[in-house]
């Protein structure tokens, strides 16, 4: 299994995707401190401490992967089938199921870490900013970070099963927009936040949306072993 | 006798259509199979079928004496193939592709992968990217990718499509090298009778679905008797002064202005004699051999002969 997930990995050239995963946590970052800039010269109120700012982050980082992993979906999965080189793929002696599973196992580890190191990153960069310019008014503490923790791993966990939704839209005609745009949509519902409360705050719904990622995932390549390719 | 592919009964329907139907065909050991049918007879999905790409509908395949079900992933490892075009993930260097190929068919030798390019001629294109491939060049690397793991069995559909002449040339050398040397077994398909008659040791014809026939070119070869072909003005005539006159019964009137004879008892000098005698105009006297063409028209445009 891993040297298969070590095999697939080599074979999309995965290090071009970590490379835009460290781009993307600039973007982040950037869209952060604009965010920060705007609401100092609105006169804001709602983003003024560090629990808000902090959940900003996960909302966004959460959002990024997600349609991040949507794009290894498409690539890894989607893609095999839309341009017929899974042909390739299964002519190997290696059973389909262990296949598809170390795909999906590196769409989701990816995306699991992706999101706990940009996570840590992002709020790192963050918060040594905002301290020694003093961006916001609120004061950053050990335990504000400490608590952080649980939430970011559960945060990570519940959005890297979510992130397999997708494959269910791209699946039905391979169809690469299709797996994209759902990501997209789930990421407007998930984690659009409006007056710092966000869907994803309501703790079942996550819950929920990863049990359905799993399943999706599950029920899309159940048969593939008898499947005419 | 050794077969290294069986099929019994295989058919394969889909929505509703039967594109394969009931085909029972025999690879026998070592030899090159040539499956023969014009576009769209099958021959795809049955390669399909035998490299377990494809289920079949029913029937069953037996390769190297093991029945193929839907977990039959250890024979994979001894076969070799190109289905319908070869297909390639396009972003990996040709030597990128070949290590790779090697390391899911679990081959590890490295070696190997010049030694293969060499064979295909395809010499220092190793860091190309697929995608730059021509389509003759993507057919050889195909090839090459298909044989460098040594397999037992190569199943290779269409493999000269897109290939130049001295291409074409090339890879058939390599085929018979590849079967000779080192005793691989090939299934190779065409719709280029020309091709299949030039490798094949035996060729099965498939046509809608259906196995027409399946002979040794060596049974073809003697069925397809030289005859020679008279061009005549007037054939009944013609014919009858060869049964009464030269006691000739092997022929065939082909048209009132053609007569074939498969068997001469008179030389051709006394035929020309003896016709031109009775006030028949000779317009062309020809020797002819009826090549795997017309034993193949035969079959697709009238069900099978008997060999």
Redesign the interface.
Known sequence: MFNLMR?EM????IGSYIKRAVFANFIILAVIFMLIFITKVEGDVDFRTYQTALGMIDSIVRAVFIIFASVLIAKFIIGEFK???I?????????RKKLIASKLAIVVLFTFSAIVLSTIFVTAIFCAVSESFQLLPDTLSVSIIIQRIPAVIMNAVSASCIALIPLYFGMRKYSIPATILSSILIVSVVSSNSGNFTLYDIIFIPIILAIIGISVAYLSFRNI????? | MTYIVKTNQLTKVFEGKEVVSAVTMHVKKGEIYGFLGPNGAGKTTVMKMLTNLTKPTSGDIEIFGEKLNDRSYEVLKRMGTIIEYPIFYEDLTAKETLELHCEYMGYYDKKEIAHVLDLVKLTNTENKRVKDFSLGMKQRLGIARAIITKPELLILDEPINGLDPVGIKELRELFKMLCKEYGITIMISSHILGEIEQLADTVGVIKDGRLMKEVSMDAVNRSQSNYIELIINDGKKAAFILESKLNITNFKLVDDNCIRIYELTASQKVLSKTLIEHDIEIEGISKKTSSLEDYFLKLINGGATSV
């Open positions: 095999l080599k074979k999309y050239h341009y017929r080189t042909t390739v793929a299964f002519m190997y002696p290696i059973n072993e008898k499947i005419d390719i």
